[in-house]
Structure formats: C-alpha cells, structure tokens
C-alpha cells in the first residue's frame, strides 16, 4: 500500500496568515492527489484534486501543487473558518489511502 | 444539490453483522461509483471500498475483504455496505462518498453513521 506522510502534525496560525502543509507518498503517484479539509464533529469536505484542481465552491485562497512524491496545500490568507484538519489522499492505486492529518490551529 | 445520507449505524456485539445503507440524491446515481470511507474515534480517515457505476467493479482494504461486501441498488438510489464479523477495530464513523468523473476521485461526502463494536 502508497503511504502518505504530511507534515507538519499540528500548526498554529493567525488569521491572514500564508500557510503551507506538505504531503509525502512513497511511492510515485504522479498527480492523482487529492486535499480534504475536516472540521470537528464534521464530515471532510474534498477540497482539491488532481493535486491542484479546485473543487467546485472551494476558495482560490486555496492552492495545490506538486507530482510524483511530493505536494502541498497552500492556504495564501487564512480565515477564521479554515482551522481545521486538513488530509491528502493519493487515488492513483487501490487502496486509497490518506495522509494522517494536519491540524491547523488559532494562534 | 448532491445528498448522500448514511443510516444504520449502532451498537453491535463483536462478531455480528449490521448493514449500512446511504441514500441519495440530487445527481444521477447510476452514472457514479461510490466509496465507504471510515473514521475510528479520534483517529484519521481510512477507505473501506469502492464500488463502480453499475455495480461490476468493486475494491477493498485488506482488514475488511472476505467481512464487508459493498453493494448498490441504482433503481433505489442506495448504496449499501454489509458488515460481517465484526471486531472492535471496526468501531468508526462510517462516511458514504460519491465518486466524481473519474470514480477514485470522491467530490461529496455524507454525515456518516457511527458503528460501535462492543460487548
């Protein structure tokens, strides 16, 4: 199975803040990968794939880049509805799988 | 708007079984395949299955195949994942997600439905 690190962990922001989360897959999944952002008590919301296609709705503060084994979600000026916990999953082999999380916190 | 509902969580003993159903609507189900995706309390998001379109394709993760058997009904707009033998392990939100044009590609995702596995 594709196993998929993101770093950091945890990361605590302000509003209007630049924040970047990077994601790791071990093995080259050229660019079928996927961002999700999840709220406490909630479902996930898919917010990027193809790992820089935005979602139908989704903000362009939102950005995605990367191919092969490395990407990253950018967030370019934080809101207070963006503290959250963000996942990547990579979609180009069964099984899917997703990173562990990155919680972004209010600083 | 796309809906996907999920139903049929609850408690359940270790070793019974217990299905899920997630209705939905607002799209046409029959075009799209559809995931179960599972997340255990307090932990990260963990796929279950998939199942194609019209229901000939279908893919598992490795702890549920033989236990868990994911099925569609498109005349009902239902998907349905039948759980077996359960184990503890599998306490979770389960999350019923539609697949976008490319079916490995989930764009909508449900409420989910909380299975618990205990004695």
């Known amino acids: 199975d594709i196993q998929m690190t993101q770093s950091p962990s945890s990361l605590s922001a302000s509003v209007g803040d630049r924040v970047t989360i990077t994601c790791r897959s071990s093995?080259?999944?050229?660019?079928?990968l996927a961002w999700l952002q999840q709220k406490p008590g909630k479902a996930p919301k898919s917010l990027i794939f193809g790992a820089s296609n935005l979602q139908s709705g989704v903000p362009s503060r939102f950005s995605g880049s990367g191919s092969g084994t490395d990407f990253s979600l950018t967030i370019s000026s934080l809101q207070p509805e963006d503290f959250a916990t963000y996942y990547c999953q990579q979609y180009n082999f069964y099984p899917l799988t997703f990173g562990q999380g990155t919680r972004l916190e209010i600083k | 708007q796309v809906q996907v509902v999920e139903s049929g969580g609850g408690v359940v003993q270790p070793g019974r079984s217990l299905r899920l159903s997630c209705a939905a609507s607002?799209?046409?189900?029959?075009?799209?395949?559809m995931h179960w995706v599972r997340q255990a309390p307090g932990k990260g998001l963990e796929w279950v299955a998939v199942i194609s379109n019209d229901g000939s394709k279908k893919h598992y993760e490795d702890s549920v195949k033989g236990r868990f058997t994911i099925s569609r009904d498109n005349s009902k707009n239902t998907l349905y994942v039948q759980m077996n033998s359960l184990r503890a392990e599998d306490t979770a939100v389960y999350y019923c997600?539609?697949?976008?044009?490319?079916?490995?590609?989930?764009?909508?995702w449900g409420q989910g439905t909380l299975v618990i596995v205990s004695s």
């Open positions: 607002g799209f046409t189900f029959s075009t799209y395949g």
């Open positions: 997600a539609k697949g976008g044009p490319r079916a490995e590609i989930i764009d909508y």
């Open positions: 093995q080259d999944i050229s660019k079928y």
